[in-house]
């Protein structure tokens, strides 16, 4: 993370793009236990409502925040990290290519008393927000 007196609110930390695949949702569904169907068939996922398998809340949260812990170069600087969740992330089959996270942090603002900054992420899928007041506060070391 660079020097507090460096940043500005609104100054851009970076942005990624993140490939989803069923494979991805697999593999998180092992590590957490969450084998809830809604993450792995589409039949069910319709079922109960939704357009096709979803991403995990918490895998979608995971994996947004990797901006800010690769920007800082320390995952234990990030303190605190809350989001809502608003859309969720459909993860289409293999054939159709999955799904993709487009993350966007700027500073949100500066806690100069704490050495800390706050980080806005924008996280859309699809091309609609699926995570808002996305906030990650970063305490420079």
């Not at 084998?35 to 939704?50: C, T, Y």
Request: hydrophobic share 45%.
């Amino acid at each position: 993370m660079p020097a507090l007196n460096d940043l500005s609110v609104g100054q851009e930390i970076g942005s990624t793009t993140i490939d989803i695949s069923r494979a991805d949702l697999v593999r998180y569904a092992g590590a957490s236990g969450d084998f809830n169907p809604i993450h792995w068939n589409d039949r069910f996922a319709e079922q109960v409502g939704l357009p096709g398998v979803i991403a995990h809340g918490m895998f979608t949260m995971g994996a947004a925040v990797q901006l800010v812990t690769d920007w800082a170069d320390n995952p234990a600087a990030v303190v605190d990290y809350q989001t809502r969740f608003t859309k969720p992330v459909v993860v289409e089959n293999l054939d159709t290519g999955g799904a993709t996270l487009e993350v966007t942090g700027v500073i949100g603002a500066i806690d100069e008393a704490n050495s800390s900054v706050r980080v806005d992420l924008t996280v859309t899928a699809a091309g609609q927000k699926v995570l808002v007041k996305a906030q990650a506060v970063v305490r420079a070391w």
